[in-house]
């Protein structure tokens, strides 16, 4: 059975679910999106989300078609017709139908509902491997969804071994292609603030970190990485996940650090007691 | 009537013309186009827009899926059933139907025509202003589809009564967001070469300059703007059109300038002996 999509106010199946292809998002790249997921079938942190969501949408200048409670409404049509295990839900807010291929016109919004892929135990087990490339996201606060650069490098980061890119710019570290990059060192954990999106998984991490560790938001410069006794990143597919290599420098002792498996567990922690109230 | 597009092997009516929603340039802004005029009717260096085209997708690795001839048997056959007075031909190839949300499918390709607008024949007369923004376009010499920016800042380019913005970067001179930028200073046409996406017009008008005038393909300060006695910028619709001022800065007297004047001419006249080939 082919799953169902929210598009402008209907629910279809996916092969109907379609756009008009004068769509600014399709024509000149304008849109943003956001995406979240379910633990344990129920929309985990949905209202972070969707206040990023129309963070974005507000930053852009494009306008949400409905509210937030009829958003919530939608989402939870869409779960529980498509039925997944554990969903992603992607949201999609573009510049809309053009007159003349340049002006947004009237947003066109829709919802999808994919099944989640959860990345492979042994990322945890063993750590991952970052690959650097200088690269700066236009309106990095925004999350638009221009992807181009990591879509285009991807081939390269698997030929170099790497799980993903780590992007930095002017020598600082900013952001992973679509996760928050983080560093400990004596006790204290270290995330760049600016010039990168700021994750949900992020803050959550950030907040719970704090009982066991000095949190820093700040610049953190390419240098720094050497002084690193750990390394991980967060994402919302992705939780917390250990980093010990990035490009050919190994970070502490090439194993996941005491600390980011502390947060590995508190994060899941977390996880459970938001799924049982 | 509505107009006819293109898409996927079929030629449909707008309203019909279609993709599903799980397109990665709507996902992930993963695509190229390219965009090109009739003049008189018949379509205008056609060949050297195909060979750009073809060059963007193989950088960005999406396949075409039909050969040349075949794209321009379907542009004659888009403009035949159209028949606007002069047509616009927006041809987008994009990251296609994506699995996973992230890793291009085959390529999706249309065509749209369009009635060509002109612009005013004032900014010709009177020249125009170009307002600064510091900004290097991803994959410069791609043809993508991000116009995050451009589209993002268009009301303040507005505000300050620009008609479009002059990107620079790293104290360089690049590019208007959909046109190429000249100065002119004692015979001598300068443009930059680097970091921009080189226009089909640019080359027309770089090979018309050579007869009247020293050209130079070569970086560009911003700085070297001071000693401009004229500017201008090209474009597919635009052909070449006089630059007066860059932010508070008046070109030369503030009027279309000499060169500038010969080289519209010039473009025009070799525009009339196209379209009698």
Do not use: C
Request: no cysteine; glycine share 8%.
């Amino acid at each position: 059975m082919e799953p169902e999509y929210y598009v402008n106010g209907e629910i279809l199946p996916a092969s109907n679910a379609t756009l008009k292809i004068n769509d600014l998002t399709l024509l000149r790249g304008y849109g943003i999106f956001d995406f979240f997921r379910t633990s344990g079938g129920k929309p985990f942190l949905m209202d972070n989300y969707l206040d990023r969501f129309s963070n974005s949408a507000a930053l852009m200048d494009l306008k949400l078609p409905v509210g937030r409670d009829k958003i919530k409404e939608i989402v939870l049509e869409l779960l529980d017709r498509n039925r997944f295990e554990e969903s992603g839900i992607r949201m999609v807010l573009t510049g809309g139908y053009s007159e003349d291929g340049f002006t947004p016109g009237d947003p066109n919004f829709f919802i999808l509902v994919e099944p989640i892929h959860f990345p492979d135990e042994k990322y945890y087990l063993h750590g991952i491997k970052l690959i650097t490339y200088e690269h700066l996201r236009e309106w990095s606060g925004v999350k638009s969804i221009n992807y181009l650069t990591p879509i285009k490098i991807r081939k390269d980061i698997e030929q170099n071994k790497g799980y993903d890119v780590l992007y930095y710019f002017n020598g600082n570290i900013l952001e992973v292609s679509r996760s928050n990059f983080f560093i400990i060192r004596d006790k204290t954990l270290v995330t760049p603030e600016k010039n990168v999106l700021h994750g949900i998984t992020r803050k959550t991490v950030l907040n719970l970190a704090r009982d066991i560790l000095t949190v820093e938001e700040r610049d953190l410069s390419l240098k720094e990485l050497t002084t690193a006794s750990e390394a991980f990143i967060t994402g919302t597919t992705k939780r917390v996940m250990p980093v010990t290599n990035i490009d050919d420098r190994i970070i502490g002792i090439g194993e996941p650090g005491p600390e980011t498996k502390k947060l590995m567990e508190i994060f899941r922690e977390f996880e459970k007691s938001y799924q049982a109230e």
